[in-house]
């Protein structure tokens, strides 16, 4: 009579030790789920699974994409505007990152929508959106007070794989 019962019992222990094995593998395979995350109006916003070369933006109120562009380490704020034909700096963002100019350099006149303004053209050596590297971007240095937000313009854009905008984002490929 007891052996039914110790056969049951070892076989309910055999099993309750495979589930713990099979329990502690599991969590070491999804490391998410070891991680306690504070929710936030940041990771509760819809996002694409992530891509190499690949960065999405989204549009403000005003319908426009920003972003933050990185240039020899320092990060510039700049306004994704496809109709500039290159990328735009402020004389501040240009001192910034570190894009020098003189005062001679102001020479190549450009036509924008408040007029004609004399330009300093610049290549910016390496600049980083997200995760994707443009290495020699042509840009153009606005003299002081002519330009309120940075560009990133066709120079950049250009020369991704792609870019799409549907619903409110913007999705760059390298």
């Known amino acids: 009579m007891t052996r ?5 019992f070892g076989v309910t222990t055999a099993a309750a030790i495979w589930a713990i094995g099979l329990a502690e593998r599991f969590d070491r395979s999804t490391p998410a ?12 916003a819809p996002r ?11 549009a403000n109120p005003q319908g426009h994409f920003a972003t933050d562009a990185v240039i020899d ?3 510039l704020r700049m306004l994704v505007d496809t109709g500039a034909t290159n990328c735009a700096f402020t004389y501040e963002d240009a001192e910034r990152a570190g ?3 003189n ?14 303004v004399m330009v300093a053209r610049i ?14 971007v042509d840009g153009m240095v606005m003299p002081r007070g002519r330009l309120s937000t940075s560009l990133l313009g066709m120079s950049f854009l ?3 794989s792609e870019f799409n905008m549907n619903g409110g984002r913007l999705t760059l490929r390298g």
């Open 123 to 136: 290549r910016v050596p390496s600049m980083r959106v997200g995760n994707i590297v443009v290495e020699g």
């Open 99 to 101: 894009l020098r100019v």
């Open 33 to 44: 789920a070891a991680a306690v995350t504070k929710l936030s109006a940041d990771n509760l």
């Open 48 to 58: 694409p699974p992530m891509q190499p070369n690949t960065e999405t933006l989204y």
């Open 158 to 160: 250009k020369r991704l």
């Open 103 to 116: 005062e001679s350099d102001f020479r190549i006149p450009v036509q924008t929508a408040n007029g004609t």
């Open 73 to 75: 380490g320092r990060r």
């Open 4 to 8: 039914p019962i110790v056969w049951a």
